[in-house]
């Protein structure tokens, strides 16, 4: 649909400057109907333009004359809430006397009051800062128009329903509406019940519900080997931005720190770095100064930067929809990206049950030899230098350089292979030129365990705590000298978990551990009995 609507010109010219010229779907679908008053569910992934969908019609109804808070953004996370001030103001630009405020935890509670005090018509922000405003009386929603909940499923992943309730209950009745989500769980379709008058339904997720612009592949590779995979695959297809998912912070401070060792230009985000860090990475990422971002699910949930090629799945996610989320951050709004899962041996049935929950069949791919790396990056050093030659570039001084250089003792394929050596990329790491595919079935064989040097630990937390092995795998590696690969059998329950450590860090665990804070409560240790399941299961060559 082109971009032909009856708009306000001050609107029509700021986003003709951000390069609108058509609208996507989730806009065609949306736009008109909340122009028209309607409540609105959008089923949709990142990525698909939600923020103008929105932001559009909020900036052509909202008069800008009055000095009272006239709609609410609701964001799951800090990052998403930036990000969505920043889209808003680029499309408010010409309109006098729009004010947009930002309110979210992390940032000291001063600059927002400071902020509030110039009466913005729009706030953007998260649902604890926002409920700490409500409190404080610094926000008035009286006059509210517009409410919007972005991501509205991540907000309720992450426990603030208790708080999105509060907001609802504290807004006038009679306002519009609006609740985007890439899933729609029950809790979505009873806030709407409970919240919304008669709300139209938009969905553009297809049946399939990964994005098809994705190319998704998987390869076989030994852990140990999953950085120079990811090395190799950076090289070969050259993606302008990259995205690296780890499932713990741990792994996510370890890959960054041997990546920057092979000369790749990266930087992380986690929960535990400040708030003031992770918005200067994104903004960096956003800027094309780094060219990848190594990251957890809950420190990129909600990302929207529009020229990722490229989502590596370093450790395979542990549940589908995280799959889902993540590649949803290449591929964005028609563009081709790319999606690379690293599996090692003991994941390849989290790859097929991905498949099987989202309908999708990921290709077995090989990760590239040393010497089809060493081909690409030879050859993008004959492009650049093909590439400098043919500009308008002034070589005087080079000339000057070289011609003084012609006269000493080198020879001229002495110093053009002395040119090259300091063009190639520095790396502090030995190059692996071995074959790093594997080769492994879903299959497990059946073997003795030998638990007679192993302590096991019995933990108060379980599924219900929403519990997952990657939490249980942080919670001991970050704080204890041990190897992930030596934490073993772990089993989460519905009320509690189990997990086994050699013998030897008994006792620094529960010294270390012991009362201290796993998902925001008390983690109870205690050591456990044998396994009966352990003790009874017979042996099977």
Not at 111 to 131: D, M, S
Not at 317 to 329: M, Q, T
Not at 471 to 499: G, H, M, P, W, Y
Request: with cysteine; charged share 30%.
């Amino acid at each position: 649909m082109e971009l032909n609507m009856e708009l306000r010109s001050e609107i029509k010219q700021a986003i003709e400057e951000m390069g609108f010229n058509a609208l996507t779907e989730i806009q065609e679908l949306t736009i008109p109907l909340l122009l028209a008053g309607k409540d609105v569910i959008g089923h949709s992934h990142t990525g698909t333009g939600k923020t103008a969908a929105f932001g559009i019609p909020i900036l052509e109804k909202l008069d800008f004359n009055q000095e009272f808070v006239q709609a609410l953004v609701l964001a799951p996370t800090r990052e998403l809430a930036v990000q969505i001030h920043d889209e808003m103001m680029r499309m408010a630009k010409y309109i006098p006397g729009c004010r947009i405020v930002t309110v979210f935890g992390g940032d000291p509670i001063t600059n927002q009051l400071y902020k509030l005090k110039k009466k913005p018509q729009i706030i953007i922000g998260t649902p604890g800062r926002t409920i700490d405003h409500l409190e404080r009386k610094t926000i008035r929603f009286d006059h509210l128009k517009f409410m919007v909940l972005d991501e509205a499923d991540e907000m309720l992943k992450m426990g603030f329903q208790e708080d999105i309730e509060k907001i609802f209950q504290a807004v006038p009745e009679d306002r519009q509406t609006l609740m985007f989500s890439a899933t729609m769980p029950r809790t979505i379709i009873g806030l709407a019940k409970s919240y919304m008058i008669n709300p139209e339904m938009i969905k553009v997720i297809g049946e399939d519900s990964t994005n098809q612009d994705v190319s998704q592949y998987y390869y076989k590779v030994r852990r140990e080997n999953k950085t120079e995979a990811i090395y190799r695959l950076l090289n070969v297809y050259r993606p302008k931005l990259s995205l690296i998912f780890c499932n713990t912070k741990v792994q996510v401070d370890e890959l960054t720190q041997e990546l920057i060792e092979r000369g790749i230009n990266c930087d992380k985000i986690h929960g535990d770095l400040p708030q003031t860090t992770r918005l200067d990475v994104l903004k960096k990422f956003h800027n094309s100064i780094i060219d990848v971002m190594v990251a957890t699910d809950v420190a990129a949930r909600g990302l929207d930067i529009k020229e990722v090629e490229a989502v590596f799945n370093y450790d395979v996610p542990e549940k589908a929809d995280y799959y889902v989320h993540r590649i949803g951050r290449t591929g964005r709004i028609g563009n081709i990206g790319y999606s690379f899962t690293l599996v090692s041996k003991g994941e390849l049935k989290q790859v097929e049950e991905i498949e099987r929950i989202t309908k999708t069949k990921i290709k077995k791919r090989s990760i590239p030899t040393y010497d089809k790396v060493l081909d690409v990056k030879n050859q993008k050093i004959i492009d650049k230098i093909q590439a400098l030659v043919a500009s308008d570039t002034n070589f005087e001084p080079q000339y000057e350089i070289m011609n003084k250089m012609i006269q000493s003792t080198m020879t001229e394929d002495q110093i053009i292979v002395a040119l090259l050596k300091m063009l190639e990329s520095k790396s502090s790491v030995e190059a692996n030129v071995a074959d790093i595919n594997e080769e492994f079935e879903t299959k497990k064989s059946w073997a003795p365990t030998d638990e007679s040097n192993q302590a096991r630990f019995h933990l108060n937390l379980g599924k219900q705590d929403d519990l997952t092995v990657s939490d249980i795998l942080d919670f001991v590696c970050s704080k204890i000298k041990i190897s992930r690969k030596d934490v073993q059998n772990i089993a989460i329950l519905t009320e509690f978990s189990f997990f086994s450590v050699p013998q030897h860090f008994r006792d620094e665990i529960m010294k270390t551990l012991n009362n201290t804070k796993l998902k925001g409560k008390r983690a109870g240790l205690s050591i456990s009995k044998p396994r009966r399941s352990d003790q009874k299961k017979p042996y099977r060559g």
